[in-house]
């Protein structure tokens, strides 16, 4: 069947509506919250399953933010996700400490 040619178009130029961008609201995510308030209690109390769930709260708000809502750069989830390891890092780092300071002549215990 051969396509059937129109000539000009279709639309009504009377019924054309210009495309207007959603309004930007500044609502933020609950997960930057919760990356943040956990990071910091992570440093404070040097939990780690706090400190785990700091970065996996700041990761979940690094991949569900907006492009439009984190602004131009991507540097505050880049600022949240280092926290939140930084953090984790440092509730380990008695265990990191024992591990790197232990010598090949010294018995494990």
């Keep these: ?9 279709p639309r009504r130029s009377d019924s054309v ?16 919250l919760v990356a943040f308030v956990s990071s910091m209690a992570t440093l404070f109390l040097k939990s780690k399953p706090i400190g785990w769930l700091a970065l996996l709260a700041s990761l979940l708000s690094s991949f569900t933010d907006r492009q439009s809502a984190s602004g131009s750069s991507g540097s505050s989830r880049l600022s949240t996700v280092t926290l939140a390891f930084t953090s984790l890092m440092m509730a380990y780092m008695p265990e990191l400490l024992v591990l790197f300071r232990r010598t090949p002549n010294q018995p494990t215990s």
């Design 1 to 9: 069947m051969p396509r059937k040619e129109f000539p000009g178009d």
């Design 17 to 32: 509506v210009a495309y207007t961008p959603p309004e930007n609201n500044a609502e933020g995510s609950i997960y930057y």
